[in-house]
């Protein structure tokens, strides 16, 4: 499975954007997609993800301030995020799991390359 990310940029603080991320390979096999993100000398945290059954979870950090959606025929996941803040500059990373395989703290099957948000005036 390979994914690609799209999307990332600069954006004022209490501004928007959207990440996408398509997913292609061995579709079959995919369960649920999302993000993790990370900044410096921190782990890569969870953010948010989408199963196939478009059962969303979101980290606490983001309530409010995310949407997810997902096209299944697509196999893209779109990541809108609003009322950005200064704390959410990081890189952004698509994720996905194999079918029976995601939690969000389990580690993904599999990742794309990572995106860079920044939130700064």
């Known amino acids: 499975v390979q994914l690609q990310a799209y999307g990332g940029g600069e954006v004022q603080p209490g501004g928007s954007l959207r990440l996408s991320c398509a997913a292609s390979g061995r579709i079959g096999s995919v369960g649920a997609l999302g993000w993790h993100r990370q900044t410096a000398g921190k782990q890569r945290e969870w953010v948010a993800s989408?199963?196939?059954?478009?059962?969303?979870n979101y980290a606490d950090s983001l309530k409010g301030r995310i949407t997810r959606s997902r096209d299944n025929i697509k196999n893209t996941v779109t990541l809108q995020m609003s009322s950005l803040k200064p704390e959410d500059t990081a890189v952004y990373y698509c994720h996905a799991y194999n079918v029976g395989d995601y939690h969000p703290s389990r580690a993904p099957d599999y990742w794309g390359r990572g995106t860079l948000v920044t939130v700064s005036s």
């Open positions: 989408i199963t196939r059954g478009e059962n969303r």
